[in-house]
């Protein structure tokens, strides 16, 4: 499928944009080596091309196993004319897997360079082998020291070539997931005589035009010498994280570490990722959490743990950090104002500080120990030099995104960054941070009570955010995270990934469209107003800008929540019959789709009713059915909707005095009947075969014209669910005690 992400260039300009300007591309005189290798005994390059290549015959293997020979007649022409010590060396092993750290799709690229100096850790097959490498006749090297990817065929079909695009694309991801070390690779695909250069970091993917090997073997000549003769560093691999063993429970050699360096500081992962699915999409922040201790001087450890994030952010990003300290100091100015007018101070800036994380330390990474150089996607050469990648659709290989290293995750974050047309490209830069707080995710929340107190504390740093001017764009089910309870202090929810926010009176229509889709704000997903007065007259209303705003962040809190009674229940799904099981199925499809656009289901929910949502569910619930009441928090996120919109505009947007804080304290109210003292209900973490995205017409505000009558009573029907359990009807609250209509109860029966 075509991607916004995937462009193309001229072989030149895919040089300029992809490999560093290194002393073996300013020093070395192709034409100089090119003259070398044609004098070479026996002949290399011809007039007519590469003689190996030309006289080959065979089938693939064989025919493209004669690029290992190129590869070495350039190595040694460098080293003959200039003396450099290669870094690299070409191989043809075009039926060898490789030994991965983490499970995925088993590639067996046509060729791949490897390092000459690898000092990376080897761990027994037991550790690290996929279960696809158990066989001995299929032997094995570290997918860590495959430096760049190269894919073959014999002929130039349109099969053939889409055949390689999809295998290359898939073992780079492999590569790029497996490796936390790595920042790039690079790589090329022929098709008989057609050759291919291929670049793939974690902004973009540049592959450049076609060009005919044996006419043009300067072109070939400059990548050989390039992944040969660079610097580790220039060939994709992140100088400050470097890979050791360390010893678990006083056995030696047993757990691969990963060791950080940030700011002058140096870090040591402790065990599996606490997040890492995000590095699994290649064009992607690539987001990997880890639990650390610090190294201290002298090679001692810390004897506190902290949390470290790894990502990928757009060049212009602030490190959240700096937006964590801009908030608190917001809300400090606020607290004084306050107090200075005669008012009682709230202390919000000290609330706050229990619902954001603690920073450590925080930095861009640069891209050598000794550099101040920062670490930045590759710059795409300019339009009309790079052009939209088009190919039609190939039948996508099998890719395993499972760890074994157990990610805890398991929805993987859509890291979309989606672009209306008029947006340019977004160079990514790589920053990593260090928090006090190891916390789990709500993906990991083992009981209601947690969720609901974990969700109406981040409801409360929304509030606080708004308070401070800020909307945060990327709330999710990831970054809503809990501390658990201790002894001496009860748990509370902390909200993070603040690299996203920013001050609302900045925000604009042009700003990307991020976050995962699946907890996005239905308006944000059509990026219109549903709510707007006048909807009879709306086709000659002047059209309004979308902005994103204070409430779309708590609509996902929301979303959160329907995830959570789709996916955690206080029930398996044992024994329940298959056609339950279908229908819950088919609701997480309704409403969690991760199309980008939203649908139709999603829409209805917000803006019509949750009563479909319920009635589906509360045969899986039971007894527990009261704990869908929770989803009526739409109903006060709707009324707040309908008030905001029917206020006046100033300049394209509502002034933040239209958002108040009404809307925030119902929401907590709500929650709070969901969590009495004495009730504890454990969920299960479960998943439904093939819930994945469907296809859906994107929304429009023709919409609201579609409210009739039945749906009016629908609604008006949805306030409360439509089943609630009769054991705890009291410990749910007083006004969900006797909401059982007639027909509610035969539906029940039925």
């Known amino acids: 499928m075509d991607s916004p992400h995937v462009l193309t260039c001229s072989p030149d300009k895919w040089f300029d944009s992809c490999t560093p300007q290194i002393w073996g591309?300013?020093?070395?005189?192709?034409?100089?080596?090119?003259?070398?290798?044609?004098?070479?005994?026996?002949?290399?390059?011809?007039?007519?091309?590469?003689?190996c290549l030309l006289n080959a015959q065979g089938d693939e293997d064989t025919m493209f196993s004669n690029i290992s020979s190129i590869a070495l007649a350039v190595r040694s022409a460098v080293e003959k004319l200039y003396s450099i010590k290669p870094t690299a060396v070409m191989q043809t092993l075009p039926r060898q897997g490789t030994l991965s750290e983490v499970q995925g799709y088993r590639y067996l690229p046509g060729a791949r360079a490897t390092l000459l100096d690898f000092d990376r850790p080897v761990p027994p097959p037991s550790v690290r082998r996929s279960p696809f490498l158990d066989k001995s006749s299929v032997p094995s090297e570290n997918t860590s020291e495959t430096v760049w990817l190269a894919e073959f065929k014999l002929k130039s079909t349109d099969w053939d070539r889409e055949d390689n695009e999809a295998q290359i694309m898939s073992a780079a991801t492999d590569v790029m997931y497996n490796d936390p070390c790595r920042r790039f690779m690079t790589g090329f695909t022929i098709e008989k005589d057609q050759m291919r250069l291929w670049y793939f970091c974690r902004g973009h993917i540049l592959v450049s035009d076609f060009f005919n090997l044996h006419e043009e073997p300067n072109l070939i000549i400059r990548f050989l010498v390039y992944v040969q003769f660079a610097h580790t560093s220039d060939l994709g691999y992140d100088p400050t994280v470097s890979c050791r063993w360390v010893n678990v429970e006083g056995k030696p050699d047993q757990q691969i570490a990963y060791e950080y360096r940030i700011e002058g500081r140096n870090f040591l992962t402790k065990g599996n990722p606490l997040s890492e699915s995000a590095a699994f999409e290649l064009v992607s922040r690539a987001t990997r959490v880890w639990e650390v201790i610090e190294i201290l001087p002298g090679g001692s450890f810390s004897a506190e743990s902290y949390v470290l994030r790894d990502a990928w952010l757009y060049e212009d990003a602030q490190l959240e950090g700096k937006i964590h300290a801009d908030i608190l100091k917001e809300l400090a100015n606020l607290d004084n104002d306050m107090r200075n007018a005669g008012g009682e101070p709230t202390h919000h800036e000290s609330e706050a500080q229990r619902h954001l994380l603690t920073f450590i330390c925080e930095g861009w990474v640069t891209t050598t120990d000794d550099s101040e150089e920062h670490d930045i996607t590759a710059a795409l050469p300019g339009l009309p030099t790079a052009t939209p990648f088009t190919r039609p659709k190939v039948a996508a290989k099998s890719?395993?995104?499972?760890?074994?290293?157990?990610?805890?995750?398991?929805?993987?974050?859509?890291?979309?960054?989606?672009?209306?047309?008029?947006?340019?490209?977004?160079?990514?830069?790589?920053?990593?941070?260090?928090?006090?707080?190891?916390?789990?995710?709500?993906?990991?929340?083992k009981d209601f009570r947690s969720l609901v107190s974990c969700l109406s504390d981040i409801v409360k740093a929304l509030n606080l955010m708004r308070l401070a001017g800020y909307v945060h764009r990327d709330v999710s089910a990831g970054n809503c995270l809990w501390l658990p309870p201790t002894d001496t202090e009860p748990g509370r929810g902390i909200l993070s990934d603040l690299e996203f926010s920013k001050p609302y009176a900045q925000m604009s229509g042009h700003d990307p469209r991020t976050g995962t889709p699946a907890f996005m704000a239905m308006e944000y997903q059509a990026r219109q107003y549903f709510f707007l007065p006048n909807p009879d007259n709306i086709f000659s209303a002047k059209p309004v800008e979308f902005i994103f705003n204070f409430y779309h962040d708590l609509e996902s809190v929301f979303w959160i929540f329907v995830y959570f009674i789709h996916f955690r229940p206080p029930i398996t799904l044992q024994d329940k019959p298959e056609e339950l099981v279908e229908t819950v199925r088919q609701s997480a499809?309704?409403?969690?789709?991760?199309?980008?656009?939203?649908?139709?289901?999603?829409?209805?929910?917000?803006?019509?009713g949750t009563y479909h949502l319920c009635s589906q569910l509360a045969p899986l619930y039971g007894d527990e059915s009261w704990l869908?009441?929770?989803?009526?928090?739409?109903?006060?996120?709707?009324?707040?909707?309908?008030?905001?919109?029917?206020?006046?505009?100033?300049?394209?947007?509502?002034n933040e005095d239209c958002f108040t804080s009404q809307p925030y304290s119902d929401i907590m109210k709500r929650l709070s009947k969901l969590m009495p003292e004495h009730v504890d209900v454990p969920v299960m973490n479960i998943r439904y075969m093939g819930t994945k995205p469907q296809e859906d017409e994107e929304l429009g505000k023709d919409r609201i014209e579609q409210a009739t009558e039945d749906d009016e009573m629908a609604q008006d029907q949805a306030e409360e669910p439509p089943v609630l359990g009769t054991k705890r009807k009291a410990e749910a609250g007083e006004d969900q005690a006797e909401r059982l209509t007639a027909d509610e109860k035969r539906n029940r029966e039925n």
């Open 399 to 445: 890719l395993t995104p499972g760890s074994q290293r157990g990610s805890r995750h398991d929805l993987r974050r859509v890291d979309t960054q989606s672009k209306p047309p008029s947006l340019k490209h977004h160079r990514l830069k790589h920053a990593r941070t260090v928090s006090r707080e190891t916390c789990e995710s709500v993906y990991e929340i």
């Open 628 to 654: 869908l009441s929770g989803v009526q928090v739409v109903h006060t996120l709707r009324s707040a909707y309908r008030v905001l919109e029917n206020m006046p505009m100033s300049d394209g947007r509502w």
């Open 25 to 51: 591309q300013d020093a070395v005189s192709i034409d100089k080596l090119a003259a070398e290798l044609r004098k070479q005994k026996p002949k290399v390059l011809s007039n007519d091309g590469w003689v």
């Open 589 to 608: 499809i309704q409403y969690l789709s991760d199309n980008i656009q939203g649908n139709s289901s999603r829409y209805a929910l917000v803006a019509l």
